[in-house]
């Protein structure tokens, strides 16, 4: 009786020991997440101010497009002083976490910051996640190892740094917790950083608000009924959405290559591309497709779209980052997906506001691999009502899109198709 009482007080001291860990282990991350999320959040607020302030100027100077070449120029400039001009951008987020590489450098944060503001600033066709994952991840990663945390730790703190990051930018907390832990490998989780991420994510989203910048937001108008026949028709766009994000996915890394292959030196690339982009925006005789294109998006939820507006994003998209031009490809993604789901909401007869939100849902998913993020996205922006329309759309996007996105440093660790573990590298 006594050893079996014995073995219950020594089991029960093991459990204690065991929730003692566990709460230390809460209150660590939870300190560091909120440090995270106060500084990246704060340097976040200061470069969507000056993205703003960039676009804002811009749309009242067309102009401005003609110093696109000149831009161009510092941003290489900028790259090649620093000694970061072989650095990969978004995939050396990834790279790090994926422990191919030790550290990200801080110095990437302030590069990225600048040459984003530029690039908007002289209407190059980008977007700004991409900057806001590369400075999220460099600042995580230099707390990191300031506080001297260890390897693994300072790869959940780059995570942590790019959903405080990507929260604070575009104002969805829930999105940007599930992103930073889905995009790196597809197939696995990282979820020892569930906590962190959430907590930074939800302290960068409130501070960022506080300072003035407003969570981004639309209006979806005529959500249908979830019935056969419109299913059909939803499914058809999915279908049609996940095969174009696949095609930008493939335009964004050939025009890259071969811009790379044909025109080695870095000045002339970023130049004669610059000179063709302002010959496109001046024949085309709008400023519609230079930055982000954020009031573009905005007219396709309301139902106005041009039936060459996608193609033409992801044209332009494509030659500004392949020629150098720094900032993201989401917003593009999410630019291009709008355009082309409101265009087949009036070929196929359902709500043109509804189909650019399921359009932009679908591309998103495409070209990230990410349905879990994607469906919450859609949930943070457009609201819950149409909820199973968005997550059959996602659903589709993701088996129908392959193996390709944005990035080249995400995996697919476990196949679309069955449950077997692949490992493969995206194209």
Known sequence: MFELLKIYIEAGKEKLKSVKGNLYVFFRWS????????????????????????????????????????????????????????????????????????????????????????????????????????????????????????????????????????SALFGTPMAATIFAMEVESIGIMYYAALVPCALSAIIASNFAINMGINPE???????????????????????????????????????????????????????????????????LGTSDYMGAGINVIERAIDGEVKP????????????????????????PSFYIGATAGCLLGYILGISPSFAAALGMTAVFCGVTNCPISSVLISFELFGYSGNCFYLITAAIAYLLSGYYSLYSGQKIMYSKAKTEYINYKTK
Do not use: W
Request: hydrophobic share 50%; with cysteine; charged share 15%.
């Open 217 to 283: 937001s639309f209006t979806v108008k005529a959500v249908p009924e979830l019935t056969v026949f419109t299913s059909l028709k939803v499914v058809i766009l999915a279908v049609i959405c996940a095969y174009i994000s696949a095609l930008f996915c493939i335009m964004l890394h050939t025009v890259g290559k071969n811009l790379k292959k044909y025109l080695k030196n870095p000045y002339v690339r970023i130049i004669t591309v610059s000179l063709v982009i302002i010959l496109i925006t001046v024949l």
């Open 31 to 166: 300190l560091i997440a909120i440090l995270v999320g106060i500084s990246v959040g704060a340097f976040s607020t200061a470069f969507g101010h000056c993205i703003n302030l960039a676009t804002e100027f811009r749309g009242e100077s067309y102009e401005m497009i003609y110093f696109l070449p000149l831009a161009g120029i510092f941003i290489v400039y900028m790259y090649k002083v620093c000694d970061y001009e072989k650095n990969k951008g978004t995939d050396q987020v990834f790279l790090t976490v994926h422990a191919e590489t030790k550290d990200i450098p801080f110095r990437m944060a302030p590069l990225i910051f600048v040459s984003t503001v530029l690039t908007h600033l002289t209407g190059g066709s980008a977007g700004r996640e991409g900057a806001a994952l590369q400075m999220g991840g460099s600042l995580g990663s230099t707390i990191g190892r300031l506080a001297d945390l260890d390897e693994n730790d300072r790869r959940v703190l780059v995570m942590c740094g790019m959903s405080a990051a990507f």
């Open 308 to 331: 060459e507006a996608f193609l033409l994003k992801m044209i332009l998209t494509a030659l500004a980052l392949g020629a150098g031009f720094k900032g993201g490809e989401i917003v």
